[in-house]
């Protein structure tokens, strides 16, 4: 869940991993640091964020041509000056930086501390970069050698960059269950967590393997697996624009993407849906299509607001594809002993592509027999490479912590692959079908128009900016939206918000309700409308203050409710592309207003690559 940069070539190292450091600090902002070759091996650290490090750097003489830097979450040891990466060996010789938690470490550290070894942090990867050097001095071998041996004995999940005093044009590298990306310059070469840092100077990379170790040395890269093996590196060409990871003129990442949904939603369909022509493509699903097309059971594995995304795909692929659906926490099915046949399709939802407890459920239900279909946003990523098929949702970079716009377009073609298995089937109605393709080209419209309702959102952020809790309700397909809401509000603004079915409200929750407590209804004009309505009359009954997400044009709720944000309609199926967008800018705007960080929201990071 660190972020990760390194240099080695003819520029000036400092400049690229400080720049680098800010375009990963989504991924923790704990604490930050650097270090350089630069008349000896120099190591500047600091709890806080990037901003601090490069305080602490200013006046510093930072000239060199190879550097390490990172920008820390929290696992081994308290966010502070000496938790802070890079480590430095005892001996002085060697800096690691190190993404992933080092699970036999407290092992290891004891036959270090027998060997006279001294650890000044509470971290595992200063025990990780002294077993290194240990080796390296004990068998007189090279560094790329002494990482291999090391890693053969380390048990948990790592991506790592190690620098050595003694070779001023030597970077290795090495990856297992966590990202690394190789960027391929002229004469010079890149390292980082993702492609973020690295686009600016080159768009050539290579995503490292599991178990592969990169070794640069004096301008030449070689690539072996901890095997000792020699591979053959396979350079992609990525195609993602620099203004894509700039706020462009928004106060913050989150806010932008939240606006930029009608085009990722777009971007998304674009290639793969044409109305006009009832043509539905699906590029990435081919050699698995009619296993999915008639599969008996399909599971969804997903963590956060991914998995609010599978439970809302598990009604519409049960409703028109009339297939069995199962969604479950990826971090609880990788720990139980769950009835997967041969066969039977796994869904993985991320949208990093990177989230270890969905990379470990895969896994585990890959060797079970299962087909594994990932969906993810970023290209090259682990889910995508050990999935058997899937698709890439484009949704563009997401630098926000909080995942808005990854939502959207999770959502957008998990209904596609429904609409095209439903199809294939013949569990929908060709006239049914070609309404759907046309109502869903109307979607991104349709969320712009959702947006037009930003500034009553914040007057009503204004009125409830100082609550402590919040209830959020839905029905059907929205219920899944009232948990996004909720988990929303909980992760930037730190109020405690809960989601629940609207019929739950009446088996427990209703007990919370009084005059303080906002309660957010998701009531459109749909199949469960009359119900909802009632549920709202039961919370008025109590003095509960009601924000209401109605369709435009609805005259019934808005006489009964405090205040009422309108969308517009849509097929139900689709209203929670629509309703989302409202919750998202409540919650934006009451974490602003409460001068909460939108972006690095306390205790959290954007990719979850640990346990």
Known sequence: MCGIVAYVGHQEAAPIIIKGLKRLEYRGYDSAGISLLNGGLHVYKKKGKVAELEALLDGESLSSKIGIGHTRWAT?????????????????????????????????KQELLKKGYTFTSETDT???????????????????????????????????????????????????????????????????SDATPIIEYTNEVIYLNDFEIAVVNDGRLVIKDTSDIEKTPYIQTINMELEAIEKGGFEHFMLKEIYEQPRSIGDCMRGRLNAAEGRLVLGGIREYSNKLTHAERILIVACGT???????????????????????????????????????????????????????????????????????????????????????????????????????????????????IAHRKGTIAESKYHQMLVELENIPGKVEEALAVDNQIKEIAARYKEARNFLYLGRGYNFPVALEGALKLKEISYIHAEGYPAAEMKHGPIA??????????????DSSYDKIVSNIQEVKARKGKVIAIV????????????????????????????????LQLLSYHIAVMRNCNVDQPRNLAKSVTVE
């Not at 005892?90 to 699970?103: F, Q, W």
């Not at 005059?515 to 004009?525: C, L, R």
Request: include cysteine.
């Open 76 to 108: 081994h040891g308290e966010p502070n000056d000496t938790n802070a990466h890079p480590h430095r060996s005892a001996s002085g010789n060697l800096t690691i930086i190190h993404n992933g938690i080092i699970e036999n470490y407290a092992a290891l």
């Open 126 to 192: 200063e025990v990780l970069i002294n077993f290194i050097d240990d080796i390296r001095q004990h068998q007189q071998c090279s560094l790329g050698e002494a990482v291999r041996q090391a890693l053969n004995a380390v048990v948990g999940a790592y991506a790592i960059v190690v620098m050595a005093e003694d070779n001023p044009g030597l970077l290795v590298a090495a990856r297992k269950g966590s990202p690394l990306v190789v960027g391929v310059g002229n004469g010079e070469y890149f390292f980082a």
């Open 306 to 420: 991914s998995w609010h995304a599978g439970l809302v795909s598990e009604y519409f692929i049960e409703e028109f594809c009339r297939i069995p659906v199962e969604v479950e926490y990826a971090s609880e099915f990788r720990y139980r002993n769950p009835v997967i046949n041969e066969g039977d399709v796994v869904f993985a939802i991320s949208q990093s592509g990177e989230t270890a407890d969905t990379l470990a459920a895969i896994e585990s239900a890959k060797a079970k027999g299962a087909i594994i279909f990932g969906l993810c946003n970023v290209v090259g990523s682990s889910i995508s490479r050990v999935s058997h098929e899937g698709a890439y949702t484009h949704a563009g970079p997401e630098i926000g912590v909080a995942s808005t716009k990854a939502f959207t377009a999770q959502l957008t073609v998990m209904f596609m692959i429904a609409l095209r």
């Open 512 to 525: 919370l309700i009084d005059e303080e407590m906002p309660v957010v209804f998701i009531a459109t004009q």
């Open 551 to 582: 369709t435009q044009g609805d005259t019934v709720i808005p006489a009964m409710v405090d205040h009422v944000i309108e969308v517009p309609a849509t097929e139900e199926a689709l209203m929670p592309l629509v309703t989302v967008i409202p």
